[in-house]
Nanobody, 115 residues
Framework: QVQLVESGGGLVQPGGSLRLSCAAS????????MGWYRQTPGKQRELVAS???????NYADSVKGRFTISRDNPKKTVYLQMNSLKPDATAVYYC?????????WGPGTQVTVSS
């Protein structure tokens, strides 16, 4: 069974940076595109960045140029480097497959951007 565990969130001032990590257990991690999602209360979860199994990346317009997604297949880990953070980035961040069929969601990691 695949499990996802996100980490690296915290409180950061506007303009600051954070690096999120998502550790996946289970097999076949390297075969799937992975994505970072975020959710705020009362809103739907949104995809902010994705990376294919071969490393091609895609970003939501709101984070393009400031966020960088990467993956380490042998470590079964996907990362999200977030720079120049703005208050509207405040959310719980999750990782999962960027696919129609996803695995159970992990606990997420809270990111709060505030002065």
């Amino acid at each position: 069974q695949v499990q996802l565990v996100e980490s690296g969130g915290g409180l950061v001032q506007p303009g600051g940076s954070l690096r999120l990590s998502c550790a996946a257990s289970g097999v076949f991690f390297s075969l799937y595109a992975m994505g970072w999602y975020r959710q705020t209360p009362g809103k739907q979860r949104e995809l902010v960045a994705s990376i294919t199994k071969d490393g091609t990346t895609n970003y939501a317009d709101s984070v393009k140029g400031r966020f960088t997604i990467s993956r380490d297949n042998p470590k079964k880990t996907v990362y999200l480097q977030m720079n120049s953070l703005k208050p509207d980035a405040t959310a719980v961040y999750y990782c999962n497959r960027d696919a129609a069929v996803q695995v159970p969601w992990g606990p997420g990691t809270q990111v709060t951007v505030s002065s």
